[in-house]
């Protein structure tokens, strides 16, 4: 199957099992050699795969603003494309959204901004 | 081998040995085998990007009558043509007239 | 016989949802400075309108793509963070502005000048955004606002000379203090075609799970409800035209509008015309915050649904509830909320090609929309109606703000 | 290329420039303008308040909306660089709008209906006719 790797997979919406949302393709990582074809191995989501997808003058300062708010550690989050379920208008992926990293921005909202509103 | 962000080598400008300018990364071509991913080609040009940007705006008939379209051009640079270790200067392995151009 | 009652259901929801602060204050404005001469810029806004709600509503239909997640898909998303910024920045001058209506409003029916109302409405939109569903939020508001059609009861009550009124459809050139006219002019479009609609509208398209078989539908509820809302926006004019041009007065603060339906209609009018613009206030700041939470939500991929509970959209209530807050400071800080309306409505009209222009490549692709593409008319009929508003607002925008 | 853009911006901007400065005939006809578009909506607030078509807190503070307004008007005209004549001419009828709200207030505020009335008729008129051919409504 051809595939027009920026326009068929960077920017999709992900869904995990369940078809719930994780995020969209930030980033896509190519493993590159010099006498083999490259493969692309990974989607990168995160705030700092964003960041540096800006134009210089913003790059820096947003970069370093994803990296105060974001939770440590899982920022970017690798999928392997191996889970890949299937490819279409959203991208299906053979995980567990409840428990993924991708899901830890939104989680770490809801436990430490939204739970503590009352009637959330 | 080492890893790549696919998304940053867009819009990178890609040259021959010689310096000469070959057009800018727009998309990357691959095909799916099983549960690999594998690249084929990159694609530089104009052309390239209206056909990941706008490629609608061909079909509108003013577009066309206007001869817009023949003015975009683009070259196909097969994976074994381009030099990437370092990402931030492809360089090509062989020179821009070797390439094969995109033709719509 | 299902049909009819949704393509009813949309007409009455557009009609009810049609009216805000932004056409209101536009309208006003126009009529009392230039009598029935401006119509036009109503007439045109509409019917940009019609073909962009129409189209927003068909992408939804056809792709089950929402407008903010389609641009990201096909442009990427450093492109996709242009529109967001311009619109989420509009979004909160805009919702200011109806904050500033609101907070009248209240004023107006208890008699209390209270500098809190604002952040009390504020408030309650948030709660009901909060706890209540998006049935709810677009059934609701848009049947009550149907109080707004008082507008068009006064409009027949006033006796207008018609062949006047049908003169001013046709555009024509200022004879008097030009531009200011043509600074109304461009308030007017940008305030009807009110590009944060569109992300609404095809928010709820995809919520409710509109397929194929909804163009048609969709075509017909649209264009009819956007008519009649685009007529309400004219039997505002008519009415601020006949009630103010023979006094002399020119509008430049809100607390004149209030006056415009006691003639008609004497203490009822007063009652009916506070409760018209609280309503379509409290209406339309629903619509802007939720707007800006599905364009990020949608954008960035994140889960988004007015009829989730908060704690299952996190960051999408985070948005909306940022927005209200942010909208609400800018009232408190104490800007004149007339102005600030017209001047929002300006800057709609002069960002229109950024949210306009990708949302038309999107509509031609095949992609998107396979055979439900746009046709040449529709395409031309947007391009040139955006791009009048865009010429019009940049010529405009800085010679009234030199000119004041 | 480069310079020639720069000139003619540098057109475009003189060219606004060049709007923004008004004549004195167009100064005075704005005065006249702001003018009467406040005591018109005092002498409209005052009739509605006697036709008991709107509650005495809107009135109260609109009258103190347009008694502001008369003000920084009567400032603005200070600063216009116009002739003593005809400024004496403005001030005098900016003067004689901000009594007749001043006068409308009082009577608002002692729930006097009849004074109101005597005020509102005893007041001028916008010229309706005037008003509604420059609109092109008649």
């Given at each position: 199957?051809?595939?027009?790797?920026?326009?068929?997979?960077l920017?999709?919406?992900l869904?995990?099992?369940?078809?719930?949302?994780?995020?969209?393709?930030?980033?896509?990582?190519?493993?590159y050699?010099a006498?083999?074809?490259?493969?692309?191995?990974?989607?990168?989501?995160?705030?700092?795969?964003?960041?540096?997808?800006?134009?210089?003058?913003?790059?820096?300062?947003?970069s370093?603003?994803?990296?105060?708010?974001?939770?440590?550690?899982?920022?970017?989050?690798?999928?392997?494309?191996?889970?890949?379920?299937?490819?279409?208008?959203?991208?299906?992926i053979?995980?567990?959204?409840?428990?993924?990293?991708?899901?830890?921005?939104?989680?770490?909202?809801?436990?430490h901004v939204?739970a503590?509103?009352?009637?959330? | 081998?080492?890893?790549?962000?696919?998304e940053?080598?867009?819009?990178?400008?890609?040259?021959?040995?010689?310096?000469?300018?070959?057009?800018?990364?727009?998309?990357?071509?691959?095909?799916?085998?099983?549960?690999?991913?594998?690249?084929?080609?990159?694609?530089?040009?104009?052309?390239?990007?209206?056909?990941?940007?706008?490629?609608?705006?061909?079909?509108?008939?003013?577009?066309?009558?206007?001869g817009?379209?023949?003015?975009?051009?683009g070259?196909?640079?097969?994976?074994?043509q381009?030099?990437l270790?370092?990402?931030?200067?492809?360089?090509?392995r062989?020179?821009?007239?070797?390439?094969?151009?995109?033709?719509? | 016989?299902?049909?009819?009652l949704e393509?009813?259901?949309?007409?009455?929801?557009?009609?009810?949802?049609?009216?805000?602060?932004?056409?209101l204050?536009?309208?006003?404005?126009?009529?009392?400075?230039?009598?029935?001469?401006?119509?036009?810029?109503?007439?045109?806004?509409?019917?940009?309108l019609?073909?962009?709600?129409?189209?927003?509503g068909r992408?939804?239909a056809?792709s089950?793509?929402?407008?903010?997640?389609?641009?990201?898909?096909?442009?990427?998303y450093?492109?996709f963070?242009?529109?967001?910024?311009?619109?989420s920045?509009?979004?909160?001058l805009?919702?200011?502005?109806?904050?500033g209506?609101?907070?009248?409003?209240?004023?107006?029916?208890?008699?209390?000048?209270?500098?809190?109302?604002?952040?009390?409405?504020?408030?309650?939109?948030?709660?009901l955004?909060?706890?209540?569903?998006?049935?709810?939020?677009?059934?609701?508001?848009?049947?009550?606002?149907l109080?707004?059609?008082?507008?068009?009861?006064?409009?027949?009550?006033?006796?207008?000379?018609?062949?006047?009124?049908?003169?001013?459809?046709?555009?024509?050139?200022?004879?008097?203090?030009?531009?200011?006219?043509?600074?109304?002019?461009?308030?007017?479009m940008?305030?009807?075609?009110?590009?944060?609609?569109?992300?609404?509208y095809?928010a709820?398209?995809?919520?409710?799970?509109?397929?194929?078989?909804?163009?048609?539908?969709?075509r017909?509820?649209?264009?009819?409800?956007?008519?009649?809302?685009g007529?309400?926006?004219i039997?505002?004019?008519?009415?601020?035209?006949?009630?103010?041009?023979?006094?002399?007065?020119r509008?430049e603060?809100?607390?004149?509008?209030?006056?415009?339906?006691?003639?008609?209609?004497g203490?009822?009018?007063f009652v009916?015309?506070a409760?018209?613009?609280?309503?379509?206030?409290?209406?339309?700041?629903?619509?802007?915050?939720?707007?800006?939470?599905y364009?990020?939500?949608?954008?960035?991929?994140?889960?988004?649904?007015?009829?989730?509970?908060?704690?299952?959209?996190?960051?999408?209530s985070?948005?909306?509830t940022?927005?209200?807050?942010?909208g609400?400071?800018?009232?408190?800080?104490?800007?004149?909320?007339?102005?600030?309306?017209?001047?929002?409505?300006?800057l709609?009209?002069?960002?229109?090609?950024?949210?306009?222009?990708?949302?038309?490549?999107?509509?031609?692709d095949?992609?998107f929309v396979?055979?439900?593409?746009?046709?040449?008319?529709?395409?031309?009929?947007?391009?040139?109606?955006?791009?009048?508003?865009?010429?019009?607002?940049v010529v405009s925008?800085?010679?009234?703000?030199?000119?004041? | 290329m480069?310079?020639?853009?720069?000139?003619?911006?540098?057109?475009?901007?003189?060219?606004?420039?060049?709007?923004?400065g008004?004549?004195?005939?167009?100064?005075?006809?704005e005065?006249?303008r702001?003018?009467?578009?406040?005591?018109?909506?005092?002498?409209?607030?005052?009739?509605?308040?006697?036709?008991?078509?709107?509650?005495?807190?809107f009135v109260?503070?609109?009258l103190?909306?347009?008694?502001?307004?008369?003000?920084?008007?009567?400032?603005?005209?200070?600063?216009?660089?116009?002739?003593?004549q005809?400024?004496?001419?403005?001030?005098?009828?900016?003067?004689?709008?901000?009594?007749?709200?001043d006068?409308?207030?009082?009577?608002?505020?002692?729930?006097?209906?009849?004074?109101?009335?005597?005020?509102?008729?005893?007041?001028?008129?916008a010229?309706?006719?005037?008003?509604?051919?420059?609109?092109a409504?008649?």
């Amino acid at each position: 199957m051809d595939i027009a790797v920026v326009r068929d997979l960077l920017d999709k919406q992900l869904v995990d099992r369940e078809g719930e949302a994780l995020g969209r393709v930030d980033g896509i990582i190519m493993a590159y050699s010099a006498d083999a074809p490259p493969r692309i191995t990974h989607f990168e989501l995160g705030a700092q795969t964003l960041a540096r997808r800006l134009p210089r003058p913003f790059r820096g300062a947003l970069s370093a603003l994803a990296r105060r708010l974001t939770p440590r550690g899982d920022d970017p989050y690798r999928i392997e494309v191996g889970r890949i379920v299937q490819l279409g208008r959203t991208i299906k992926i053979d995980i567990d959204g409840t428990r993924s990293a991708a899901r830890k921005t939104e989680l770490w909202i809801r436990d430490h901004v939204i739970a503590h509103i009352p009637g959330s | 081998m080492r890893n790549i962000n696919v998304e940053l080598l867009l819009d990178r400008e890609v040259k021959d040995a010689s310096g000469r300018r070959a057009g800018r990364i727009e998309e990357v071509r691959a095909r799916k085998e099983g549960d690999e991913i594998i690249v084929e080609a990159y694609h530089l040009g104009p052309e390239a990007l209206l056909e990941r940007l706008a490629a609608p705006v061909f079909r509108l008939s003013l577009f066309r009558a206007l001869g817009l379209h023949k003015h975009a051009h683009g070259r196909r640079v097969r994976w074994d043509q381009l030099d990437l270790s370092d990402p931030e200067r492809p360089v090509l392995r062989c020179t821009v007239d070797e390439l094969q151009k995109l033709v719509r | 016989m299902k049909k009819v009652l949704e393509i009813t259901l949309g007409i009455v929801t557009s009609i009810g949802g049609f009216l805000e602060v932004g056409s209101l204050a536009t309208s006003v404005q126009a009529g009392a400075a230039f009598g029935f001469q401006l119509i036009w810029a109503i007439v045109l806004g509409t019917i940009c309108l019609i073909f962009l709600v129409e189209m927003s509503g068909r992408l939804a239909a056809v792709s089950k793509q929402t407008l903010a997640g389609a641009m990201r898909d096909r442009f990427g998303y450093p492109f996709f963070l242009i529109p967001l910024v311009a619109m989420s920045a509009l979004g909160l001058l805009v919702l200011a502005s109806e904050l500033g209506g609101l907070s009248l409003a209240l004023q107006l029916l208890t008699g209390i000048s209270f500098p809190w109302w604002a952040p009390l409405g504020a408030f309650a939109a948030w709660l009901l955004l909060w706890k209540g569903t998006f049935g709810i939020i677009e059934k609701g508001a848009s049947l009550l606002g149907l109080i707004t059609l008082v507008f068009v009861y006064a409009a027949f009550r006033m006796h207008p000379a018609w062949s006047l009124v049908a003169s001013g459809i046709r555009p024509s050139m200022p004879k008097h203090e030009s531009m200011h006219y043509w600074f109304i002019a461009v308030s007017i479009m940008g305030a009807s075609i009110a590009p944060y609609l569109l992300y609404f509208y095809s928010a709820g398209a995809v919520e409710d799970k509109w397929n194929e078989t909804d163009v048609a539908v969709n075509r017909v509820s649209a264009t009819l409800g956007m008519s009649f809302g685009g007529l309400l926006s004219i039997a505002v004019l008519i009415v601020a035209a006949l009630v103010f041009v023979p006094r002399g007065i020119r509008i430049e603060r809100f607390d004149q509008i209030a006056l415009m339906l006691t003639p008609v209609m004497g203490r009822a009018g007063f009652v009916v015309f506070a409760c018209a613009l609280g309503i379509a206030c409290f209406g339309a700041m629903l619509e802007i915050a939720l707007s800006v939470a599905y364009m990020a939500a949608q954008g960035f991929g994140w889960k988004w649904s007015e009829d989730a509970r908060p704690r299952d959209a996190a960051r999408f209530s985070l948005v909306y509830t940022a927005t209200l807050v942010g909208g609400c400071l800018i009232v408190v800080i104490g800007v004149d909320p007339l102005a600030i309306t017209l001047l929002s409505m300006a800057l709609t009209a002069a960002l229109l090609p950024v949210a306009i222009v990708p949302f038309l490549i999107l509509m031609n692709d095949a992609h998107f929309v396979g055979q439900h593409r746009n046709g040449w008319f529709s395409n031309t009929v947007v391009c040139a109606i955006v791009g009048l508003a865009f010429v019009l607002a940049v010529v405009s925008i800085p010679l009234e703000l030199l000119g004041s | 290329m480069l310079t020639r853009w720069r000139v003619s911006c540098a057109a475009l901007m003189l060219s606004f420039v060049g709007c923004g400065g008004k004549s004195a005939a167009e100064r005075v006809a704005e005065h006249e303008r702001a003018r009467v578009s406040w005591e018109q909506t005092a002498r409209f607030v005052g009739a509605e308040w006697v036709a008991r078509a709107i509650p005495d807190a809107f009135v109260a503070r609109t009258l103190a909306r347009a008694h502001e307004e008369l003000q920084s008007e009567a400032e603005a005209l200070r600063k216009d660089e116009l002739s003593e004549q005809q400024r004496a001419l403005l001030r005098d009828s900016l003067g004689a709008a901000r009594a007749l709200g001043d006068s409308l207030a009082r009577a608002v505020g002692a729930s006097d209906r009849r004074a109101a009335a005597q005020l509102v008729d005893n007041s001028p008129r916008a010229n309706a006719d005037s008003l509604l051919r420059r609109a092109a409504l008649r």
